[in-house]
């Protein structure tokens, strides 16, 4: 049985997914700072992330795949930067 959510709640969720592009944004260039001071598993579980995040913001697979076998953060912040830049974009 699905639960039954208030008014309130339903708009919090709604505005959620309205801005769930922002917060992967913000996420993804955060995940950089914390690849940076990470190591072994952690570091490995960040880069999952940001793989995923990477995928939802529609960053095509062939560089996803060179960022994240590079495993070297500053490769990842030029894609966050090209994303804030507008040169990476979601397909509607």
């Known amino acids: 049985m699905a639960p039954e959510y208030s008014e309130y709640q339903r708009k919090v969720i709604q505005r959620y997914y309205q801005h769930r592009d922002q917060i992967d944004e913000q996420r993804l ?6 690849l940076y001071l990470s190591q072994g598993k952690q570091r490995t579980r960040y880069w999952q992330h940001a793989r995923t995040i990477m ?8 560089r996803i ?6 495993d070297d953060p500053t490769i990842l912040a030029e894609v966050v930067k090209d994303i804030l830049a507008g040169r990476i974009r979601k397909e509607s």
């Open 29 to 34: 260039g955060e995940l950089v700072t914390n």
């Open 55 to 62: 995928q939802r913001l529609g960053v095509p697979e062939s």
């Open 65 to 70: 795949e060179y960022v994240v076998g590079t």
